[in-house]
């Protein structure tokens, strides 16, 4: 069992950057693969960034790609994303999410663990 808690979440000015944690308390953390979630209001759930137990592969969705990084601290049970030129279109509940899963996956319903998610909002 894996208890998953975001943080860094707030308001920020379209182009800025905000810094997401999410620790993990349970289970040994480098046995799970990590990703990263958004959902907009009103609207699904969708795939931003996913990282291997090692770190050692990540994938991106589109939309993102060459502004946000994820990446983790296996020493500190961690994992973060960093979001840089942020867009109006970026607002939206982020949610990091744990797999058992030895590899890292996009889909959602290939997660087994979910945080509470944290409030990201960006004016333009």
């Known amino acids: 069992q894996a208890q998953l808690i975001e943080s860094g979440g707030g308001f920020v000015q379209a182009v800025g950057s905000l810094r997401l944690s999410c620790a993990a308390s349970?289970?040994?953390?480098?046995?799970?693969?990590m990703g990263w979630f958004l959902q907009p209001a009103g609207k699904e759930r969708e795939f931003v960034a996913t990282i291997t137990r090692s770190g050692s592969n990540i994938a991106y969705a589109d939309s993102v790609k060459g502004r946000f990084t994820i990446s983790r601290d296996n020493a500190k049970n961690t994992v973060y994303l960093q979001m840089n030129n942020l867009k109006p279109e970026d607002t939206a509940v982020y949610y990091c999410a744990a797999t058992i899963r030895s590899y890292s996956t996009t889909r959602e319903y290939e997660y087994d663990y979910w945080g509470q998610g944290t409030q990201v909002t960006v004016s333009s």
């Open positions: 349970g289970r040994a953390f480098s046995s799970y693969a």
